[in-house]
């Protein structure tokens, strides 16, 4: 059997566990090439206009492999934390990517949520029924791949750079060398050391967010804000640089809400689409770092 993995959208955070699932299962795992110039025309070409790029991307993926795979995994992600949702494009992600994209194979659509172990199992229990009828080895494959995940340690936090900016956005934005043309290296060529999100503590995160009249309804609306409050708050970077996808609701408003938290503190935003050009970003690099430089 071949499971084709598509390596877009949340894929950069939860690899360890479907890679593990599956592999446990015996399965074949057919994964899609980095995300490349190609694939990006895929994307672009079967997926509705107004999506956002790491939706367009996604749809890319899944054109790249659909026709060498069995069975797709169009991952269903409902919840990462508890009382808190993700983006709506990933609850139906499977009927977007079902209804624009011809000749599918099989594709695994249950709904996954992170937040309890019960109801993961049954995302495990649904998804291995399409592989094996052995109900022991799905189990054995569930549990192993709860302990890969766990064991997983994601994020960027360099060190001894002289100047460091804390880099926010979307996992799929920050982990994607292509979506973001290789910002976080560039950034090191230049002198700047990195820090994301992962390394600031949920404690910290949780303080920031608790000043806001709302709680946030989007984890990533949570997890942006807070870390860059913090961050911003303390002095523990040079400056900050946010990678949002051009139409993406929840970044609009996250953006304008950390402004108004961090005040003059230097925040520079890069808009991405599929339009966007690498000497643009370039340049806007460079001018930022340029003036973190002439204000240390
Ligand atoms: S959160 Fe924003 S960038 Fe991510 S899928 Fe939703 S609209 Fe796109």
């Not at 992600?77 to 993700?86: K, S």
């Not at 009828?133 to 340690?153: G, H, L, M, S, T």
Request: proline fraction near 4%; charge should be negative.
């Amino acid at each position: 059997m071949k499971v084709g993995i598509p390596k877009g959208l949340l894929y950069y955070k939860y690899y360890p566990f479907f890679i593990k699932f599956f592999e446990e299962l015996d399965a074949e795992i057919i994964y899609s090439s980095d995300t490349s110039k190609d694939i990006l025309n895929e994307g672009v070409k079967y997926c509705v206009d107004e999506a956002c790029l790491p939706i367009k991307i996604f749809h890319g993926h899944i054109a790249s492999i659909k026709d060498k795979c069995d069975i797709l995994l169009i991952p269903r992600i409902m919840q990462i934390r508890e009382a808190e949702f993700i983006c709506p494009k990933f609850c139906g992600l499977p009927e977007m990517v079902i209804n624009s994209i011809p000749n599918m194979p099989q594709t695994i659509t249950a709904p996954i949520y992170f937040t309890s172990m019960k109801k993961l199992y049954q995302w495990a229990k649904e998804a291995g029924r399409m592989i094996t009828k052995d109900k022991r080895k799905i189990e054995k494959a569930f549990n192993d791949a709860v302990e890969e995940q766990r064991k997983f340690k994601d994020g960027i936090k360099d060190e001894n750079f002289k100047l460091n900016i804390a880099l926010a956005g979307h996992p799929y934005n920050i982990y994607d060398d292509f979506t973001n043309m290789s910002l976080v290296k560039k950034l090191n060529e230049l002198g700047i050391g990195v820090i994301t999100e992962e390394y600031v503590e949920d404690e910290y995160i949780d303080t920031e967010v608790k000043s806001l009249y709302k709680k946030p309804f989007w984890t990533f609306a949570r997890n942006t804000y807070g870390f860059l409050s913090h961050i911003a708050k303390n002095k523990k970077v040079d400056g900050i640089i946010y990678i949002s996808s051009f139409a993406c609701g929840i970044d609009s408003v996250v953006i304008e809400l950390v402004k108004d938290r961090i005040e003059d503190f230097p925040f520079m935003v890069l808009k991405i689409d599929e339009h966007t050009g690498e000497a643009g970003i370039d340049t806007r690099i460079e001018a930022f770092v340029d003036m973190l430089e002439r204000s240390c």
